[in-house]
């Protein structure tokens, strides 16, 4: 069956460098990813979508990268920022063909000032 | 003001118990859905809803029951409620399933069944 794997540990980087996180999948070939982010006690929020025939997408200080024949995606935040601390969910379509997002079980990212 | 909402935020009930949680949007969104969040399980989904009256069982169902009278509503009822549905429930929605529509998130309920 479909699995999304995410570094379970947090990742703790400097204010000001860049902070990478990985979204690894297994048994399946999305059409699309989706990455989100998450603050305590609140609702994920959507940050970007990669589609299958993509290979990077950009939004201001974030980039993904979706590379189909490893079957990962890299999520980066550059200049990252103490405000940008928070837990980042990936998110593939089900692999049922609904497009129903199935999602990983996310990474913390704490940036230190 | 627009958004999805939900209700409670936090609720406590006991084994055997009916409980129900809402989630509003204001949106107009056509589909809706149910997840829960554990830690270790990341966000399963329960039951989604793609339009009023159409609903669909997810990944976790056992024990849930949902109903989409309305579009803007879509209420999430644990009939008799145990404590492995102790979880934070989140409710979404999206005006469509296809690879660029994300999905819209509530602020969740966080259930605790004693």
């Known amino acids: 069956s479909q699995k999304i794997e995410q570094n379970s540990e947090a990742l703790n980087i400097q204010e000001g460098k860049t902070a990478t996180l990985t979204c690894n999948y297994t048994?399946?070939?999305?059409?699309?990813l989706q990455w989100y982010r998450q603050d305590p006690g609140r609702g994920p929020v959507f940050l970007l979508l990669i589609r299958e025939n993509e290979k990077e997408k950009r939004k201001e200080r974030l980039k993904v990268t979706f590379d189909t024949t490893l079957k990962q995606s890299l999520f980066h935040i550059t200049a990252s920022q103490p405000a940008d601390s928070a837990t980042y969910l990936c998110?593939?379509?089900?692999?049922?063909?609904?497009?129903?997002?199935?999602f990983g079980r996310g990474t913390s990212l704490i940036v230190h000032p | 003001d627009a958004g999805i909402t939900q209700s409670p935020r936090y609720k406590i009930t006991e084994t055997g118990r009916q409980v129900t949680l809402m989630c509003h949007q204001t949106?107009?969104?056509?589909?809706m859905f149910w997840y829960r969040q554990d830690l270790g399980h990341g966000l399963r989904l329960i039951y989604y809803s793609a339009a009023a009256d159409i609903t669909d069982k997810g990944e976790v169902p056992d024990g849930y029951v949902v109903s989409r009278s309305k579009t803007e509503n879509f209420p999430l009822t644990l009939e008799s409620a145990t404590r492995s549905q102790t979880s934070v429930y989140f409710c979404a929605s999206t005006g469509g399933i296809s690879y660029n529509s994300p999905l819209h998130f509530g602020n969740g309920t966080r259930l605790t069944v004693t």
């Open positions: 949106w107009s969104h056509s589909y």
């Open positions: 998110a593939l379509d089900n692999e049922g063909g609904s497009y129903i997002p199935t």
């Open positions: 048994n399946y070939s999305p059409a699309y």
